[in-house]
Nanobody
Protein backbone atom coordinates (compact mmCIF):
# COMPACT_ATOMS: atom_id res chain seq x y z
CA UNK A 1 0.00 0.00 0.00
CA UNK A 2 1.26 3.46 -0.89
CA UNK A 3 -0.09 6.62 0.73
CA UNK A 4 0.16 10.07 -0.82
CA UNK A 5 -0.77 13.03 1.35
CA UNK A 6 -1.44 16.55 0.18
CA UNK A 7 -2.87 19.84 1.38
CA UNK A 8 -0.51 21.05 4.07
CA UNK A 9 0.65 24.62 4.31
CA UNK A 10 0.75 27.80 6.35
CA UNK A 11 -2.37 29.06 8.08
CA UNK A 12 -3.03 31.71 10.70
CA UNK A 13 -4.27 30.81 14.18
CA UNK A 14 -8.01 30.29 14.10
CA UNK A 15 -7.91 29.34 10.46
CA UNK A 16 -8.81 26.14 8.66
CA UNK A 17 -7.00 23.67 6.49
CA UNK A 18 -7.88 20.40 4.82
CA UNK A 19 -5.40 17.62 4.19
CA UNK A 20 -6.10 14.53 2.17
CA UNK A 21 -4.44 11.19 1.58
CA UNK A 22 -4.97 8.75 -1.26
CA UNK A 23 -4.10 5.08 -0.98
CA UNK A 24 -2.98 2.91 -3.86
CA UNK A 25 -1.70 -0.60 -4.28
CA UNK A 26 -3.23 -3.43 -2.24
CA UNK A 27 -6.15 -1.31 -1.17
CA UNK A 28 -8.49 -4.27 -0.69
CA UNK A 29 -6.66 -5.04 2.55
CA UNK A 30 -7.21 -1.61 4.12
CA UNK A 31 -9.50 -1.31 7.11
CA UNK A 32 -8.72 1.80 9.17
CA UNK A 33 -7.22 4.99 7.82
CA UNK A 34 -6.15 8.05 9.73
CA UNK A 35 -3.64 10.67 10.71
CA UNK A 36 -0.78 11.05 13.13
CA UNK A 37 1.40 14.10 13.63
CA UNK A 38 4.87 14.92 14.85
CA UNK A 39 5.84 18.34 16.11
CA UNK A 40 9.48 19.44 16.20
CA UNK A 41 11.28 17.71 19.05
CA UNK A 42 8.24 15.63 19.93
CA UNK A 43 7.18 12.04 19.41
CA UNK A 44 4.65 11.11 16.79
CA UNK A 45 1.13 11.19 18.20
CA UNK A 46 -2.27 9.96 17.17
CA UNK A 47 -4.69 12.53 15.73
CA UNK A 48 -7.70 10.74 14.25
CA UNK A 49 -8.75 7.54 12.53
CA UNK A 50 -11.78 6.19 10.73
CA UNK A 51 -12.73 2.60 10.02
CA UNK A 52 -14.07 1.32 6.73
CA UNK A 53 -17.55 1.40 8.27
CA UNK A 54 -17.14 5.01 9.37
CA UNK A 55 -16.37 4.69 13.07
CA UNK A 56 -14.26 7.68 14.10
CA UNK A 57 -11.79 8.24 16.92
CA UNK A 58 -10.05 11.48 17.83
CA UNK A 59 -7.29 12.60 20.13
CA UNK A 60 -8.64 14.73 22.96
CA UNK A 61 -6.54 17.66 21.77
CA UNK A 62 -8.41 17.90 18.45
CA UNK A 63 -11.96 16.85 19.39
CA UNK A 64 -14.51 19.41 18.27
CA UNK A 65 -12.02 21.08 15.93
CA UNK A 66 -10.92 18.36 13.51
CA UNK A 67 -13.15 16.13 11.40
CA UNK A 68 -11.98 12.99 9.66
CA UNK A 69 -13.85 11.58 6.70
CA UNK A 70 -13.32 8.93 4.10
CA UNK A 71 -14.46 8.09 0.60
CA UNK A 72 -13.96 4.37 0.21
CA UNK A 73 -14.46 4.26 -3.55
CA UNK A 74 -11.64 6.79 -3.89
CA UNK A 75 -9.51 5.13 -1.19
CA UNK A 76 -9.02 8.60 0.22
CA UNK A 77 -9.13 9.96 3.76
CA UNK A 78 -9.57 13.63 4.61
CA UNK A 79 -8.85 15.68 7.69
CA UNK A 80 -10.68 18.99 8.01
CA UNK A 81 -8.91 21.10 10.60
CA UNK A 82 -10.71 24.12 12.03
CA UNK A 83 -9.85 26.60 14.78
CA UNK A 84 -6.19 25.79 14.31
CA UNK A 85 -3.75 26.65 17.07
CA UNK A 86 0.01 27.15 16.96
CA UNK A 87 0.38 23.89 18.87
CA UNK A 88 -1.17 22.08 15.91
CA UNK A 89 1.99 22.83 13.94
CA UNK A 90 3.48 19.51 12.91
CA UNK A 91 4.18 17.15 10.08
CA UNK A 92 0.97 15.24 9.54
CA UNK A 93 1.38 11.60 8.51
CA UNK A 94 -1.26 9.58 6.79
CA UNK A 95 -1.66 6.05 8.15
CA UNK A 96 -3.65 2.99 7.29
CA UNK A 97 -3.92 -0.55 8.56
CA UNK A 98 -4.36 -3.51 6.28
CA UNK A 99 -2.72 -6.52 7.81
CA UNK A 100 0.11 -4.21 8.82
CA UNK A 101 0.59 -0.49 9.32
CA UNK A 102 1.45 1.72 6.36
CA UNK A 103 2.67 5.31 6.49
CA UNK A 104 2.77 8.19 4.06
CA UNK A 105 5.66 10.65 3.84
CA UNK A 106 3.87 13.44 5.69
CA UNK A 107 2.74 16.94 4.93
CA UNK A 108 3.75 20.00 6.94
CA UNK A 109 1.10 22.10 8.62
CA UNK A 110 2.29 25.38 10.11
CA UNK A 111 -0.02 27.51 12.23
CA UNK A 112 1.49 30.92 12.71
CA UNK A 113 0.69 34.59 12.38
Amino acid sequence: VQLQASGGGLVQPGGSLNVSCAASGSIFSINSMGWYRQAPGEQREFVARISRSGIRNYADSVKGRFTISRVNVKNTVYLQMNSLKPEDTAVYYCWCRGGMDYWGKGTLVTVSS
